[in-house]
Antibody, heavy 120, light 108 residues
């Protein structure tokens, strides 16, 4: 079945780095835009970034621009998020989601999330 | 950036009630508005896309309406499994997607 599984979360010190992965299965990964969304403890959803199906188009939220980098490997059916210069406010559950992009954009399949904790 | 404001932030309701949640955009977003449901400790789930289109597999008691700046999610009748937090999200701006702050539906 259609599935997204995130991995790579963990405890990291402020200023540190982490690379999150999202493994896709059950659909043609290369046909879809993909996105990362995060949720700080007890807070709402925050869109982080999305990448087009080929990887040629990428957008970021202002709050993460310059520190987080989204990428994908269509041959490996995988999405990535490189997190650098991490701050306490980056502590969150990070979800990857499949994004439909035919005229309207919406995220129709979500992973269960991976937790990133930034603390000394 | 386009700001999304939901109201109310929380509400109390009973099984069988008709519940409406509002979402207002800071500028016109046409029908580029999606609704998600999130239960505690779980990933969000898409309910409605393009303001009023029901996602496959979502019960017909969920409906969405609106265009421009004002949107509504209606749940009728409310079922026990519908107690959750609901988020609107705009995708009109291709460079920045934005969620509302969420509306928590609680048991009265």
């Amino acid at each position: 079945q259609v599935q997204l599984v995130e991995s790579g979360g963990g405890l990291v010190k402020p200023g540190g780095s982490l690379r999150l992965s999202c493994a896709a299965s059950g659909f043609t990964f290369s046909d879809y835009y993909m996105s990362w969304i995060r949720q700080a403890p007890g807070k709402g959803l925050e869109w982080v970034s999305y990448i087009s199906s080929s990887g040629s188009t990428i957008y970021y939220a202002d709050s993460v621009k310059g520190r987080l980098t989204i990428s994908r490997d269509n041959a490996k059916n995988s999405l990535y998020l490189q997190l650098n210069s991490l701050r306490a406010e980056d502590t969150a559950v990070y979800y990857c989601a499949r994004a439909r992009h035919y005229y309207y954009y919406y995220m129709d399949v979500w992973g269960k999330g991976t937790t990133v904790t930034v603390s000394s | 950036d386009i700001q999304m404001t939901q109201s109310p932030s929380s509400l109390s309701a009973s099984v069988g009630d008709r519940v409406t949640i509002s979402c207002r955009a800071s500028q016109s977003i046409s029908s580029y508005l999606n609704w998600y449901q999130q239960k505690l400790g779980k990933a969000p789930k898409l309910l409605i896309y393009a303001a009023s289109s029901l996602q496959s597999g979502v019960p017909s008691r969920f409906s969405g309406s609106g265009s421009g700046t004002d949107f509504t999610l209606t749940i009728s009748p409310l079922q026990p499994e519908d107690f959750a937090t609901y988020y609107c999200q705009q995708s009109y701006s291709t460079s920045t997607w934005t969620f509302g702050q969420g509306t928590k539906v609680e048991f009265k």
